[in-house]
């Protein structure tokens, strides 16, 4: 089913959970649709998890120095970058819930 237009009626779910697929739904304009269908399908109070790739930019990049800077443009490698000791992290995790 196209995220984008989910074929559920208004309210049908007290939990929505996304797996490192927003990033994938095409430009903003998609991800921002599919974002509202998952605010759609929930019931007041109802949560949402969504775990994504979070892009700053996107650009094509085949190598970063250490900072996640591109040599020759300096242009930022396309994730938020998180590092942590030796770790580096590029997903993030929305724990979201619906007003009631």
Request: net charge negative.
């Amino acid at each position: 089913m196209d995220a984008r237009r989910l074929d559920f009626a208004d309210e049908s779910f007290d939990v929505g959970f996304s797996l490192s697929s927003f990033e994938h739904f095409g430009g903003p304009q998609d991800v921002l649709a599919a974002a509202r269908e998952l605010g759609r399908v929930l019931r007041p109070g109802g949560h949402a998890f969504v775990v994504t790739e979070c892009f700053v930019q996107r650009v094509n990049v085949t190598r970063t120095d250490d900072r996640g800077l591109h040599p020759e443009s300096g242009d930022y490698w396309p994730h938020v970058i998180l590092k942590a000791d030796r770790s580096l992290f590029t997903s993030v995790s929305l724990p979201l819930r619906k007003p009631i």
